[in-house]
């Protein structure tokens, strides 16, 4: 499937069939590809919590409830269930840990170009810290094109998908000691198979012409 196939496939899936899981092999694919998404700097500023369990989904769902309660099907019926978190904080051990896996993957051929690695990183969220005063935000927008990168990847591989920011993100931080461990939750991705029952399934997909979304200089 070419990947303009696979956008054009791909829709937020409304119910899931409960039934059908999917095969570790593409999991672990889907995960290894969330894993080298694309970040500002190499500022990898998240974290992803999986689950597939019935009782890790219904962890999930705690956050879907009261106003949120329509998604909370989907959460307990999906194959898996990815919650994202973005990093509350850029915190030097964060930035270290960056540097030291980048060197242990070869990127620096000299001393210096570690250390040109960390000012220009250091520089970019300095700018967000100080300058700009949105440190979270840039490092939700962070988080967000690994959300775009699961939703691709979710629809090549043919599996169906349900991006979600309609949970109790301060009920799920709670419920899950994410706040203790410098994280915060953003979004949720619902993977797994629709159902017969999504009305959804079969309504063409809308789209603004290409006329009123480009501008060709």
């Not at 499937?1 to 409960?18: I, Q």
């Not at 904080?89 to 250390?115: I, S, V």
């Not at 309504?203 to 006329?211: G, M, Q, T, Y």
Request: hydrophobic share 40%; glycine share 6%; aromatic share 8%.
């Amino acid at each position: 499937m070419s990947l303009t196939a696979a956008a054009k496939r791909r829709y937020a899936t409304k119910a899931y069939d409960p039934s059908r899981t999917i095969a570790q092999e593409t999991v672990d694919e889907l995960l290894e590809l969330l894993r080298h998404s694309p970040s500002s700097v190499n500022s990898q500023p998240w974290h992803f919590v999986v689950a597939s369990t019935a009782q890790g989904k219904a962890q999930l769902a705690k956050g879907a409830q009261g106003n949120f309660a329509y998604n909370e099907p989907k959460v307990l019926n999906a194959s898996h269930v990815v919650l994202f978190c973005a990093r509350t904080d850029m915190t030097p051990e964060h930035m270290t840990a960056l540097l030291d896996q980048e060197e242990r993957d070869g990127r620096f051929a000299k001393p210096e170009a570690r250390a040109a690695q960390h000012a220009t990183r250091a520089g970019y969220v300095d700018l967000h810290r100080y300058e700009h005063k949105d440190l979270p935000h840039w490092m939700e927008k962070q988080v967000y094109l690994a959300v775009g990168t699961l939703l691709l990847g979710a629809a090549a591989a043919g599996i169906d998908a349900t991006p979600m920011e309609g949970f109790d993100a301060k009920a799920l931080d709670q419920a899950l000691g994410l706040r203790e461990r410098g994280l915060t939750s953003v979004v949720m991705v619902a993977l797994g198979y629709r159902s017969d029952s999504d009305f959804n399934a079969g309504l063409p997909k809308s789209r603004l012409p290409k006329e009123a979304l480009f501008t060709f200089l």
